[in-house]
């Protein structure tokens, strides 16, 4: 069975242009992306990560604004192209089509619980200490 892809590449078409779609695949499969997280439960959704700068030691913020009807809404990058668009977003987009899917939720887990019992004690509390005369 296939799977159901958060983004379509229709979205990519309709926000980025050929250059960058062709210059996104080298910083996708190099591993340039760092950090991606995703928050599908927003509308628009949102999309955020890091990714590398391919010639320099910088790394640049992305986050990218995603309707499910009408694809990509809005994207910045820290880059100096990054107000429009540029290919760090078209390469953070190519990842997430292939690792996050529509029915992806955010973990849960992560969230501490309330603490039942704020009463915290040390191991010393614990237990007891030994006596220093004490032989045995």
Not at 97 to 119: A, E, F, H, M, Y
Request: proline letters at 3%; aromatic letters at 6%.
């Amino acid at each position: 069975m296939g799977r159901k892809h958060f983004l379509k590449l229709s979205m990519f078409a309709n926000f980025f242009d050929t250059k960058q779609l062709q210059r996104c695949e080298n910083a996708a499969e190099s591993g340039h992306i760092i950090q991606m997280a995703t928050d599908l439960n927003k509308s628009p959704a949102i999309l955020t990560g890091k990714v590398t700068a391919s010639m320099k030691n910088k790394t640049y913020d992305i986050e990218m604004h995603i309707d499910k009807k009408d694809g990509i809404v809005k994207g910045t990058c820290a880059c100096p192209r990054g107000l429009v668009s540029c290919h760090h977003m078209v390469a953070l987009c190519t990842y997430a089509r292939d690792n996050v899917s529509v029915t992806d939720t955010q973990c849960s887990w992560n969230i501490p619980k309330p603490g039942k019992d704020d009463n915290v004690q040390t191991l010393e509390d614990l237990y007891l200490r030994r006596r220093v005369d004490y032989l045995a």
